[in-house]
């Protein structure tokens, strides 16, 4: 037997140790409580910061289900109204029925996800969201492991399993009603094998970087076109087993693009200096600069100068819109019967001088970002005498004549989250208003569903981003907001189109436009662009030839639509759209109440997106289904190692006028089943009042008869 001596050093240390377990205990057990009632904590999270967050949502969306169901706004299968035309400025089917699609981006490793089950939940989920549409991006982008691109030293031959699984895609989004906009060339990796003249001076030295993709090249580079010619035939005529249709074949494909972000009127032109170190497409382009200056009688030395504005702009877009018709062509050729985007006009300083070479297209496409640098400067307060925001930026993009689609909307990827919903809810409401004909969220997800990647581009599980998303598809898809009474044409010169930067930002006809009236931009003829037809304006628009009018009051602190139902107050950073079967109200709203006729809301919180939806056609003040979303700042977290959202709720005291007797105020739980239910009481003047708190733990609500 051992006999044990205790010493004052032994008890000391003994007891040390019984505390520090009891303490362990104690946190643990606190944080499983505490993560059980779905409130946030985390071991990095301590003391103030805890107690800010104490009562804030971690991860309220439910990633396989919807908390409602607008599956039933989508005739399904897709594809059967016939396929998409273009009909001047819109889209309809075959069968002569009108259509405008709302729609999400599925990109990267999410196209290829194995597991078949999820694909098809997530296709269901994307109907009940409100979607009609889906982007299948960045399929053979060079930093997607894997992708379209089979394994070897070419890219002319298709990665079965990856076939399998974007056709699987497709499959699933048909059945739900979903249509598909199929993009041929993204990112794609070019290769050694694939024989391109320049290779060793031009394309391998960039591969140190991982991106021997060349942006640019394509336009003059004809080994590059004919192997995108011969993947093309491959991808769009090869059978989809799952539907027995090539994507050329089916009606379900409403349109295709080309080539993605990658054009050289205002991005990829610098890539034939001689700076730029490729010295082949260099020499291929001194050989057009030659030839065009020659017949146009130009100075060489301004055509060479592509980072200007001027006459290389002219020669920029010949190059482009060459290749755009061949590659249209080839694409008839081979049965394709739907509308064909050629490239985007994309970027922040994008220039008017890039719609010539688009027009090519049978429709025009834009991208648009809330970016760091101008997302923290509220979109809201941004005066459009002065500055624009990306509305701005995105909307002059709209061709006469031509229908209209943003492939790419959101925030930027390092933005902050504090109003990430703002991008769709302006998104939806201007298209709405102007008429836009397809509008993509970037996106829904390209993480493959991992769950651990907070990022407002894998937006399936971003509480305010999604969380406005089934609002905005009624407002949009059901016509909830009319469209303008004006149409505005911006009709700018010939030497102001292509020898000065005009834009959005140099322009205030554009700014001040835009949010009051239609806006399409006209281009004129040009001698040295004989393919180039000039736009056929129509007989009852305003015509603006001086880019810089200012159609706002002077002195005005606000803009409003000339139907009256959106209103957009700069100095207080508040938009609110007030019609019968939609109103909202989003931005700076703290402390304020907002008077909209029909509804009066009193709101707590700091920043908030509030919305009344009408789901069964009726307006608002008459309505016995009413849709109410309510979201506000997010933030991101790691809780047991991934990255995950907290939501903060939304305090707010809602009166709105209804007809409709015994209302009650339903809580959505994230699944769509039915949480936390109170009956509103109404007043003798016909007017419910309910309060949002975080005592609901959810940003959605139902009232319901």
């Known amino acids: 037997m051992f006999k044990i001596k205790l010493t004052f050093c032994n008890c000391s240390i003994l007891l040390i140790v019984m505390i520090m377990l009891l303490a362990f205990i104690y946190v643990f057990i606190g944080c499983k409580m505490f993560n059980d009632k779905n409130i946030y904590k985390s071991k990095s999270i301590h003391g103030e910061v805890l107690n800010k967050y104490s009562l804030w949502y971690k991860n309220p969306l439910n990633p396989l289900y919807s908390f409602i169901d607008l599956s039933h706004l989508n005739n399904k299968p897709a594809g059967n109204h016939g396929f998409n035309t273009s009909s001047g400025d819109k889209f309809k089917f075959t069968d002569g029925t009108a259509v405008k699609f709302f729609g999400t981006n599925i990109e ?58 974007y056709f699987w895609w497709v499959k699933c989004l048909r059945d739900e009603g979903i249509y598909i906009w199929v993009d041929l060339q ?53 059978i989809n087993p799952y539907t027995n249709l090539a994507l050329k074949d089916d009606p379900a494909v409403m349109g295709i693009m080309i080539t993605n972000e990658n054009d050289i009127t205002q991005h990829y032109g610098n890539n034939f200096l001689k700076s730029a170190e490729h010295p082949y497409h260099k020499s291929i382009f001194d050989d057009e600069v030659e030839s065009f200056s020659n017949m146009f009688a130009l100075s060489k030395d301004k055509v060479r100068k592509v980072w200007l504005p001027g006459e290389s702009k002219y020669l920029l877009n010949d190059l482009e819109a060459r290749f755009n018709r061949d590659m249209i062509k080839h694409l008839h050729e081979l049965g394709v019967k739907v509308p064909i985007s050629t490239t985007s006009m994309w970027g922040g300083r994008s220039n008017l001088f890039a719609l010539p070479a688009l027009s090519t297209g049978d429709m025009i496409d834009a991208h648009g970002y809330v970016d760091k640098s101008n997302f923290n400067k509220n979109q809201l307060n941004i005066n459009p005498v002065y500055n624009a925001n990306f509305l701005h930026q995105i909307g002059q993009a709209q061709l006469v004549g031509k229908p209209f689609t943003i492939t790419e909307y959101n925030v930027g990827e390092q933005s902050d989250l504090s109003n990430a919903y703002l991008p769709t809810i302006l998104v939806s409401s201007m298209a709405a208003f102007q008429g836009w004909d397809a509008i993509m969220l970037y996106g829904y997800s390209h993480d493959g569903f991992k769950g651990n990647r907070a990022s407002p581009w894998s937006s399936y599980m971003h509480p305010s981003i999604l969380g406005v998303i089934p609002a905005m598809a009624l407002l949009y898809r059901e016509d909830h907001v009319a469209l303008a009474n004006k149409s505005v044409v911006l009709s700018p010169s010939e030497y102001e189109l292509f020898m000065k930067e005009t834009s959005s930002r140099t322009s205030t006809a554009i700014r001040t436009a835009l949010e009051q009236h239609r806006l399409s931009i006209a281009i004129p003829k040009s001698r040295m662009l004989p393919w180039l037809s000039a736009s056929k304006i129509p007989k009852n628009a305003i015509v603006i030839n001086d880019l810089n009018k200012n159609l706002l009051v002077k002195n005005q602190n606000f803009v409003i639509s000339d139907t009256g139902e959106i209103q957009r107050n700069w100095s207080k950073g508040i938009m609110t759209v007030n019609t019968p079967k939609s109103q909202l109200i989003v931005g700076r709203v703290g402390g304020r109440v907002i008077d909209l006729g029909d509804i009066n809301v009193k709101v707590q919180t700091d920043e908030a997106a509030i919305i009344l939806t009408s789901l069964d056609k009726n307006p608002i003040s008459v309505s016995g289904k009413i849709l109410v979303s309510a979201v506000a700042k997010v933030t991101k977290a790691n809780i047991n190692g991934n990255n995950s959202y907290i939501s903060e709720p939304v305090k707010a005291e809602i009166n709105f006028i209804s007809s409709v007797n015994g209302l009650h105020l339903i809580a959505l739980k994230p699944d769509g089943s039915k949480g936390l239910s109170m009956p509103l009481f109404r007043n003798e003047n016909g007017k419910y009042t309910f309060t949002l708190s975080e005592k609901y733990r959810t940003h959605w609500y139902m009232i319901v008869k």
């Open 108 to 165: 990267a490793s999410t196209l290829f996800v194995k597991n078949k089950n999820l694909i098809k939940k997530h296709a269901k989920r994307l109907a009940s969201l409100g979607f009609n549409l889906v982007r299948l991006h960045h399929h053979d982008s060079f930093w997607v492991v894997p992708n379209l691109l089979a394994k070897g030293s070419t890219t002319q031959h298709l990665n079965k399993e990856s076939l399998d699984a």
């Open 186 to 238: 993204v990112q794609r990796p070019w290769k050694e094998g694939d024989d391109i003249p320049g290779w060793a001076t031009d394309m391998a030295p960039t591969s140190i970087r991982g991106m021997n993709i060349g942006k640019g090249f394509i336009y003059l580079n004809t080994r590059m076109q004919e192997l995108t010619k011969k993947f093309n035939e491959k991808f769009l005529t090869k």
